[in-house]
């Protein structure tokens, strides 16, 4: 399977609007490979000049390079191009799906009268959803992840897919292979023999990363839970035209609805960066809470870590949180996965960490991953 497949919930492009989404992607490509890189430059040559007229000692926080940077008018071009790049990604995905707002609709209904499908879906309006997410367009998405117009609305989840296939391809990620598929292949590196029977997908968003597992594992019951009811509409939706069996709740990381013990595999899929490190803790307590003994929890990201970088390297890192409405980006970026994972009831031998790169090279996705003792009571 590739990273983006096609399936009838997608919305059909005009000629037009692929023309205009082509034109996004190769702007968004020029920034980041021919204006991004000088940004070091203008650091070097312009802005660390000017703050050593007025201080003594170096830049010492992300903070100080902000007010230094945000001062050059080299960078301000660059961000301010970024941004509107990031703008120009959503009107260029919002006008087909919005277009095509009644048939998916239309759809949903027409699976709701389905006598028979393969996997279900579970709402429930009175979820707990953190302001972090209720009150903020993540990525700048339209709407944000959790909005919800009535009981046959998918739109959260067909921008989440729209956009997120346009903004993974910008940034140089490949189609060759999706997240799930990484680490369906790092289990089977890392783990091997490892078929686990019961499958737990944390924060699932439009379900992309849900159905793989169904498809790889097509004999294990696989679950997957998120905030926002159009999400997981579409989400279900999704995997049903896909031919996936998928179990889609609406859950909240911090206390997840299922018995102790119920899973063989507890993961997440580029969920963390979305998390408060309060959230991101309650869900590894969880992970370890669910897992049956022996079996493992692994959680993957994009590889943010500011550990072991340079400052300037950080504060290229964070350009997400103050423009592009990501609220925990920097918090995820100094997360401590290992100790979470101790708190949490994991033992240091059974716990690792890897850049584990993607089968054609374009990144190398952050995966924590540890095993609970199958002698564990």
Request: proline share 5%; charged share 20%.
């Amino acid at each position: 399977m590739v990273r983006n497949p096609e399936h009838n919930m997608l919305s059909p492009l005009s000629h037009d609007e692929l023309m205009r989404q082509k034109f996004v992607l190769s702007f968004k490509q020029h920034i980041f490979k021919n204006i991004k890189p000088r940004n070091k430059l203008v650091y070097e040559k312009l802005g660390l000049p000017a703050y050593q007229k007025n201080f003594t000692e170096p830049p010492k926080k992300i903070s100080d390079i902000e007010t230094l940077m945000y001062a050059q008018p080299m960078y301000q071009m660059f961000s301010a191009l970024n941004r509107s790049a990031q703008e120009l990604m959503w009107q260029s995905v919002s006008e087909p799906i919005f277009r095509n707002r009644d048939i998916l609709s239309r759809k949903y209904k027409e699976l709701k009268k389905a006598k028979k499908t393969r996997g279900s879906l579970q709402l429930n309006n009175l979820v707990n959803v953190p302001k972090g997410i209720s009150q903020i367009d993540i990525h700048l998405q339209p709407g944000g992840y959790v909005s919800d117009y009535g009981p046959n609305d998918l739109l959260a989840g067909a921008l989440y897919e729209g956009g997120g296939n346009l903004y993974s391809r910008s940034g140089g990620i490949g189609t060759t292979e999706s997240k799930a598929e990484v680490i369906i292949r790092f289990l089977a590196e890392k783990f091997s023999g490892f078929r686990p029977k019961k499958i737990l997908d944390i924060g699932c968003s439009a379900g992309a990363s849900s159905t793989p597992w169904a498809l790889a594992y097509p004999n294990a019951s696989v679950h997957a839970i998120d905030l926002g009811a159009g999400m997981l509409r579409y989400a279900h939706a999704r995997a049903e035209a896909m031919d996936a069996c998928v179990h889609f709740h609406q859950m909240n990381a911090n206390t997840i609805e299922f018995d102790t013990k119920t899973f063989d595999l507890v993961l997440s899929h580029n969920a963390m960066h979305e998390m408060s490190r309060v959230t991101t803790k309650n869900m590894f307590r969880e992970s370890y809470r669910l897992l049956k003994p022996g079996g493992i929890a692994i959680h993957q990201d994009v590889p943010l870590s500011y550990k072991g970088v340079d400052l300037f390297t950080q504060f290229e890192r964070s350009w997400d949180q103050k423009n592009n409405n990501e609220p925990y980006w920097s918090t995820y970026a100094t997360n401590n996965t290992n100790q979470m994972f101790l708190d949490a009831g994991f033992i240091e031998e059974n716990i690792s960490f890897d850049k584990f790169k993607q089968l054609d090279n374009t990144i190398s996705w952050f995966i924590s991953a540890a095993k609970k003792p199958k002698n564990t009571g």
